[in-house]
T-cell receptor, first 113, second 112 residues
Framework: GNSVTQMEGPVTLSEEAFLTINCTYTATGYPSLFWYVQYPGEGLQLLLKATKADDKGSNKGFEATYRKETTSFHLEKGSVQVSDSAVYFC????????????FGAGTRLFVKA | DGGITQSPKYLFRKEGQNVTLSCEQNLNHDAMYWYRQDPGQGLRLIYYSQIVNDFQKGDIAEGYSVSREKKESFPLTVTSAQKNPTAFYLCAAATGVGTEAFFGQGTRLTVV
């Protein structure tokens, strides 16, 4: 089946630290991969995406590379800010006789000043 | 302003009552989705619709019902058969595989 596994949180970092949130997936066919971010009490917003192997998605200093050989899409940022504190969701979109997006469990990030 | 509008933001329901959550979009997207989010949990798919007058059950459809009479509207009814309805409900829309899902701001349902 199709699924997404991401590292459990919470992740607590100091401002300007390096961030990695791991994400691996299983999928039939060729999924598109996404990272979404959720701020408290709000819906999800797209952070970045990649639609084929070796593509790198990037936005607001975050980046992730679609690695087909390791079925991974790890999120990284070189220097986090307090404003990056949120929940991050890895997701895949796949056509299974109808397309839908499947989400990981989410990883909560706390950034301390 | 284009996007997904969910209403109300907060909703309280007495046990044994049905309640309907509204989701409207002006993005002209074919596909719409309902997810449930519990505290500290990921998103679980309740129902989805690829096209008007058609919808499919997701992973946790029991105790819920939907309709898709218009492209822009996908209301979710939480019935009295749903044993644990207190949660945060998110509606989303997308154009197809490989495209991002646009989310509403969510409705927080509490059973009192």
């Amino acid at each position: 089946g199709n699924s997404v596994t991401q590292m459990e949180g919470p992740v607590t970092l100091s401002e300007e630290a390096f961030l990695t949130i791991n994400c691996t997936y299983t999928a039939t066919g060729y999924p598109s991969l996404f990272w979404y971010v959720q701020y408290p009490g709000e819906g999800l917003q797209l952070l970045l995406k990649a639609t084929k192997a070796d593509d790198k998605g990037s936005n607001k200093g975050f980046e992730a590379t679609y690695r087909k050989e390791t079925t991974s899409f790890h999120l990284e940022k070189g220097s986090v800010q307090v404003s990056d504190s949120a929940v991050y969701f890895c997701a895949l979109s796949v056509n299974t006789g109808g397309f839908k997006t499947i989400f990981g469990a989410g990883t909560r990030l706390f950034v301390k000043a | 302003d284009g996007g997904i509008t969910q209403s109300p933001k907060y909703l309280f329901r007495k046990e044994g009552q049905n309640v309907t959550l509204s989701c409207e979009q002006n993005l002209n997207h074919d596909a719409m989705y309902w997810y449930r989010q519990d505290p500290g949990q990921g998103l679980r798919l309740i129902y989805y619709s690829q096209i008007v007058n058609d919808f499919q059950k997701g992973d946790i459809a029991e105790g819920y019902s939907v309709s898709r009479e218009k492209k822009e509207s996908f209301p979710l009814t939480v019935t009295s058969a749903q044993k644990n309805p207190t949660a945060f409900y998110l509606c989303a829309a997308a154009t197809g595989v490989g495209t991002e899902a646009f989310f509403g701001q969510g409705t927080r349902l509490t059973v009192v």
